[in-house]
């Protein structure tokens, strides 16, 4: 479970709380008993192992792309079926 950080808007006190992720309803303010609003906190991570450098992620673009030109060469019905689906969505925009 995220610990998530509330305010009240009356006394502007700051709590934490372990909190379920569908939890919608907010809790009560300790000190006058108004209603908090939850406050945006950035997720601290750190990103390691491969994958995650710029180099990586090129390579992993080149080898998706060979990998769908090579798939849509042996099934070519399926490359007109995303054609005329991308012709679709920009004739409703």
């Not at 569908?22 to 990103?47: N, Q, W």
């Not at 990586?56 to 007109?80: I, M, V």
């Amino acid at each position: 479970m995220p610990i998530y950080s509330f305010e009240c808007a009356e006394d502007n006190s700051v709590k934490d709380e372990l909190r379920l992720v569908g939890d919608y309803h907010p809790p009560k303010c300790s000190i006058c008993g108004a209603d908090m609003e939850r406050l945006f906190t950035p997720v601290t991570s750190i990103l390691k192992g491969s994958g995650w450098s710029h180099g990586d992620w090129a390579k992993l673009r080149k080898r998706s792309e060979e990998q769908g030109t090579k798939f849509f060469k042996k099934q070519p019905k399926y490359q007109e079926m995303v054609k005329e689906n991308l012709e679709q969505k920009s004739k409703e925009v």
